[in-house]
């Protein structure tokens, strides 16, 4: 929610014509804050990871991009639906 926030917040400023740039914002927002709160809470100790695998910070980042891409495109869709329906 956060970087949705975020993206939100700043496009309202800004006028882009091209409305794609949303989406590569949110995935680009969600990538920096999900990896950084990752890793930070990695680092404190608060879970460990049952794979090896799992610790690389690649394997996190591809991760979060599908996260990014999955939870942007089904918010966004969900948002232009429901603002459809009632208004």
Request: proline share 2%; glycine share 10%.
């Amino acid at each position: 929610m956060l970087s949705f926030s975020l993206v939100d917040a700043g496009l309202a400023k800004v006028s882009l014509r091209w409305r794609g740039y949303r989406g590569l914002l949110d995935v680009f927002c969600f990538v920096c804050i999900g990896f950084s709160a990752e890793v930070l809470l990695h680092s404190r100790g608060c879970w460990t990871y049952n794979f090896p695998l799992h610790e690389l910070p690649v394997v996190q980042i591809v991760f979060y991009i599908g996260a990014g891409l999955l939870i942007s495109s089904t918010g966004r869709r969900l948002d232009h639906w429901l603002s459809r329906e009632t208004g």
